[in-house]
């Protein structure tokens, strides 16, 4: 099981925000290491989509936005697209005895 | 082209043996560490292993410690994985990812393979 807990899912309409969390504990967020955001389309890859907790890759529209409190992690989709619709994993570092990098549960956005 | 590309997916029994490349191009590989994620059907992203950019230290997730060896050939611009001992819960597309960060404890994975699905059946 992941030690990163975000929704199954979540939805909203054309040019809505929504927002996607990812709960963690002191052996990980809440211990200070970076939040990243990875956005997989249908079979395909993984996408970096924020590093360090709220940077951007070059060519990813600032619709998305990333931020973190204690504990938790929050990625915001603004103004939601047709081509959101995808699954969305957090992803940080845990320092218990298994140790090491560590995904989100994932998140499927689904545009109405 | 920046790309990476993995090959040697397959059908295996299980107790058998496999070992999956990923050939990195377009970038200089033995600057960056490199990892491998894979998800099972319909599953989401699990970490397998990280790799520093010269070798020197490995990484396990305690799922794969024992039967997986994590290596890479920076003269060929090529990563592997000997996965041995293989279960049906090892099923699943592999990824190789490319390391990106400062500090170890912070990376991300920057750049990803297609992946290659491994199957352990009888």
């Known amino acids: 099981q992941s030690v990163l807990t975000q929704p199954p899912s979540v939805s909203g309409a054309p040019g809505q925000r929504v927002t996607i969390s990812c709960t963690g504990s002191?052996?990980?967020?809440?211990?200070?290491?970076?939040v990243h955001w990875y956005q997989q389309l249908p079979g395909t890859a993984p996408k970096l989509l924020i590093y360090?907790?709220?940077n951007r890759p070059s060519g990813v529209p600032d619709r998305f936005s990333g931020s973190k409190s204690g504990t938790s992690a929050s990625l915001a989709i603004t103004g939601l697209q047709a081509e959101d619709e995808a699954d969305y994993y957090c992803?940080?570092?845990?320092?218990?005895?298994?140790?090491?990098?560590?995904f989100g549960t994932g998140t499927k956005v689904t545009v109405l | 082209e920046v790309q990476l590309l993995e090959s040697g997916g397959d059908l295996v029994q299980p107790g058998g043996s496999l070992r999956l490349s990923c050939a990195a191009s377009g970038f200089t590989f033995s600057s960056h560490a490199m990892s491998w994620v894979r998800q099972a059907p319909g599953k989401g992203l699990e970490w397998v292993s990280t790799?520093?950019?010269?070798?020197?230290?490995?990484y396990y997730a305690d799922s794969v410690k024992g039967p997986c060896t994590i290596s890479r050939d920076n003269s060929k611009n090529t990563l592997y994985l000997q996965m041995n001992s293989l279960r049906a819960e090892d099923t699943a597309v592999y990824f190789c990812a490319r390391g990106a960060g400062q500090i170890f404890r912070n990376w991300y994975f920057d750049l990803w393979g297609r992946g290659t699905l491994v199957t352990v059946s009888s």
């Open positions: 002191s052996s990980n967020i809440g211990a200070g290491y970076d």
């Open positions: 992803q940080s570092y845990d320092n218990s005895l298994s140790g090491h990098y560590v």
């Open positions: 360090g907790d709220n």
């Open positions: 790799i520093t950019k010269r070798g020197d230290d490995t």
